[in-house]
């Protein structure tokens, strides 16, 4: 069987397809010209913007169900979880915070006082964290062309990813559709490929697109088990031989690679999410570990409602 494979040939193809990544002058994709956008649809005013953010926060956490209550003094979970979105929506240090709220509060339902030491606490009360993965599983949605990446989180401008990868140990892998809508996260620091084993369990979609970091038979095997068609790039040493998932995939890649590259780099949305991610909300600001999870879970929430609203403008 292992003779009845064009291996040769495929890692061959590979390899060519490798440097047309680099070389421009390799014409191996079709040209096409970059999509007009629609800058009327896609402007909004910050003042509607921030109004159209509280009144998401409102009505989202209001609809959420709360923790089991524990015996002592009752805490307004609600109003933590709306304080913290808000904090991370307008970008908000805990102490600046405490006088926006008394401001803003009532807007969306916060109406006893939070100083700036109870807002910081917020973030590390699992409570919280409760009501905002209620949150995030209730307003996204999917057009079911997923791809998944992962990339480093930087908590200090001396920081850069990209230069010294060692250096960050804060490691994000999701999963997004098409419209960059994130799916799926993992905020664990786990390895990317092992996390995706995770990950692709709480999606559903028709395909999935990863680049050779998720390079991986059994992950493959998996992806094929939930009914999605997987679009894995292969590296140089691989062979077409293994399972059943492994085999078609790049035997679809060997007799038809253009259809299957094009498939394939629809990936670049999710690249697209994490650099928008971080230009947009900046350094992670906290200390603790589940700090940090709260506080990464907030800020995709606002990133996924500012993305659904922009297609929902752009009709």
Known sequence: MKQGYPNQEFRALVKYANEAKKNKRIKFYEHKEPKEINWNAYTLSQIEEAKDVLLFIKNAVDHCILPSRKAGRPTNYKSLAKAIL?????????????????????????????????????????????????????EKTSDGKLMGDGSGLETSRKQNYGLSKKSTKEFLTSIVDSREIVQAFDFSGEDECRAMHSLIEEVEGNSLRLDSGFNDHELVEKILEREIVPYVYPKKINNINGGKAWKEMYLEFFTDVISWLTEYYQRVHCESFHSAFKRVFGLLSKIRAHSKFVQVTARIILHNRARLSYFSKAK
């Open 86 to 138: 808000i904090c991370e929506a307008l970008g908000f240090t805990e102490r600046k915070a405490q006088g926006w709220l008394e401001l803003l509060g009532p807007f969306v339902g916060i109406y006893e006082k939070l100083d700036d030491r109870v807002v910081g606490k917020a973030y590390n009360k699992p409570e919280v964290a409760f009501i905002l993965k209620q949150v995030f599983d209730k």
